[in-house]
């Protein structure tokens, strides 16, 4: 259903760190980069489907209130492995790995890159 989504960084070269890590191990690569913009994919897509960008029109990024990127993970290990990863690299928790009452199987963990950004990694297997 999506094409893509961005989120706002004020230091997108401060912020790739936190994604280089925490993304590839969601299976993400950095396929494409400027001064302002970095794009990620997996290596199999013909496009980037996750950018971080500094705001095109030349004012702050701003956090979404009840905004939340969440990101598919393969395993359940692959989000605990996101989430300690994120939070190694700058990232701050915003709810640790765990299941949720969503629905039986649905392993997610949160948090927020150093922008304030709400990123999630979900497994939905059991």
Request: proline fraction near 5%.
């Given at each position: 259903?999506?094409?893509?989504?961005?989120?706002?960084?004020?230091?997108?070269?401060?912020?790739?760190?936190?994604?280089?890590?925490?993304?590839?191990?969601?299976?993400?690569?950095?396929?494409?980069?400027?001064?302002?913009?970095?794009?990620?994919?997996?290596?199999?897509?013909?496009?980037?489907?996750?950018?971080?960008?500094?705001?095109?029109?030349?004012?702050?990024?701003?956090?979404?209130?009840?905004?939340?990127?969440?990101?598919d993970a393969a395993s359940r290990a692959a989000v605990d492995a996101f989430h300690a990863e994120g939070l190694r690299m700058g990232g701050t928790c915003e709810g640790a790995p765990g299941l949720r009452p969503f629905h039986a199987a649905?392993?997610?963990?949160?948090?927020?890159?150093?922008?304030?950004?709400?990123?999630?990694?979900?497994?939905?297997?059991?």
């Open positions: 259903m999506l094409l893509y989504v961005t989120v706002g960084s004020n230091d997108p070269a401060r912020a790739g760190p936190f994604y280089d890590a925490a993304l590839a191990l969601l299976g993400l690569v950095r396929r494409q980069e400027s001064g302002s913009d970095i794009g990620y994919a997996h290596p199999d897509d013909s496009r980037c489907r996750f950018w971080v960008v500094a705001p095109y029109d030349g004012r702050l990024a701003t956090v979404g209130n009840g905004v939340t990127i969440a990101l649905f392993y997610a963990a949160f948090l927020r890159d150093p922008d304030g950004n709400k990123i999630a990694a979900v497994c939905e297997r059991a």
